[in-house]
């Protein structure tokens, strides 16, 4: 059977693709198992898509790791989570830095437990110079809580007179996003069948196109990554605007 990747068109690659990690629980039942059977079986997927993404040359890889909403679940589930980050980081930081993959989060990251806040530092720290691909985990993270942020600090800045309110648009807004400086992303692939976007990258995702596949994460592999970038390249991307008024 033929892969996906023949048909992919390397010049026509989304920089930034972003990834709602959904299904775990539900993958876990089908075992008859715990949901934290699932999560911890997720990681060959976060690991397939990261060196998928790599190994195309894809800049810029989000992935929606832990909300803000997530904090509700059980007690012993959120408790198995962040075993579970702080141990993959320990066992794959070094991973990491062999693929030149540079690591950094976006969110609330001060309310996780200080033993990941000083995991993520560490593997943070380790792979701040490499150039390869810019591994995004979005953590204790919601899409309102970040613009809500950002409206504080333009406040603040309006209150000290640093900026006029007259003087803000989009740019200058965008600038006090978590995700300053990385480009919003082209693509955003969601698992396991669902049609929503669960509070994720609200500002970032205005003219993304959205890919929903019904695999569920721990089954998601480099196929179905690149069967996502192919139906991509056959958008056509409008951002509003008729491309083709004759027509």
Same mark, same amino acid.
């Given at each position: &059977?033929?892969?996906?990747?023949?048909?992919? *068109? #390397?010049?026509?690659? $989304?920089?930034?693709?972003? !990834?709602? &990690?959904?299904? @775990?629980?539900?993958?876990?039942?089908?075992?008859?198992?715990?949901?934290?059977? %699932?999560?911890?079986?997720?990681?060959?997927?976060?690991?397939?898509?990261?060196?998928?993404?790599?190994?195309? %040359?894809?800049?810029?890889?989000?992935?929606?790791? #832990?909300?803000?909403?997530?904090?509700? =679940?059980?007690?012993?589930?959120?408790?198995?989570? &962040?075993?579970?980050? !702080?141990?993959?980081?320990?066992?794959?930081?070094?991973?990491?830095?062999? @693929?030149? !993959?540079?690591?950094?989060?976006?969110?609330? !990251?001060?309310?996780? $437990? +200080?033993?990941? /806040? @000083?995991?993520?530092?560490?593997?943070?720290?380790?792979?701040?110079?490499? *150039?390869?691909?810019?591994?995004?985990?979005?953590?204790?993270?919601? %899409? =309102?809580?970040?613009? +809500?942020?950002?409206?504080?600090?333009?406040?603040?800045? +309006?209150?000290?007179?640093?900026?006029?309110?007259?003087?803000?648009?989009?740019?200058? #807004?965008?600038?006090?996003?978590?995700?300053?400086?990385? $480009?919003?992303?082209?693509?955003?692939?969601?698992?396991? %069948?669902?049609? =929503?976007?669960? @509070? #994720?990258?609200?500002? /970032?995702?205005?003219?993304?196109?959205?890919?929903?596949?019904?695999?569920?994460?721990? *089954?998601f592999r480099k196929e179905d990554?690149?069967?996502?970038?192919?139906?991509? /390249?056959?958008?056509?991307?409008?951002?509003?605007? +008729?491309?083709? $008024?004759?027509?």
């Amino acid at each position: &059977m033929a892969s996906f990747k023949e048909n992919i *068109d #390397f010049g026509n690659l $989304p920089r930034h693709i972003a !990834v709602i &990690m959904d299904g @775990n629980g539900r993958w876990a039942k089908k075992k008859g198992a715990a949901r934290i059977f %699932g999560h911890r079986n997720a990681i060959q997927a976060v690991k397939e898509i990261t060196e998928g993404c790599g190994e195309l %040359g894809i800049k810029y890889l989000t992935l929606y790791a #832990f909300s803000t909403e997530n904090w509700g =679940r059980p007690k012993e589930e959120v408790e198995g989570l &962040m075993e579970l980050l !702080v141990n993959t980081l320990q066992k794959e930081i070094q991973t990491l830095h062999d @693929n030149h !993959v540079k690591l950094r989060t976006i969110g609330d !990251v001060a309310h996780l $437990p +200080v033993n990941c /806040q @000083n995991n993520l530092k560490n593997a943070i720290d380790a792979t701040q110079h490499n *150039d390869g691909l810019t591994l995004q985990l979005a953590l204790s993270y919601s %899409g =309102r809580w970040e613009i +809500v942020e950002a409206a504080r600090k333009l406040a603040e800045e +309006v209150r000290s007179g640093l900026i006029k309110t007259e003087e803000i648009d989009e740019h200058y #807004f965008s600038e006090h996003l978590s995700t300053a400086g990385i $480009p919003d992303p082209e693509l955003l692939i969601r698992t396991s %069948g669902e049609l =929503r976007i669960s @509070n #994720f990258l609200l500002w /970032q995702i205005a003219y993304t196109e959205i890919f929903i596949t019904q695999t569920l994460w721990p *089954d998601f592999r480099k196929e179905d990554l690149y069967e996502a970038i192919c139906a991509y /390249q056959k958008r056509e991307r409008r951002f509003g605007k +008729v491309l083709n $008024p004759t027509a």
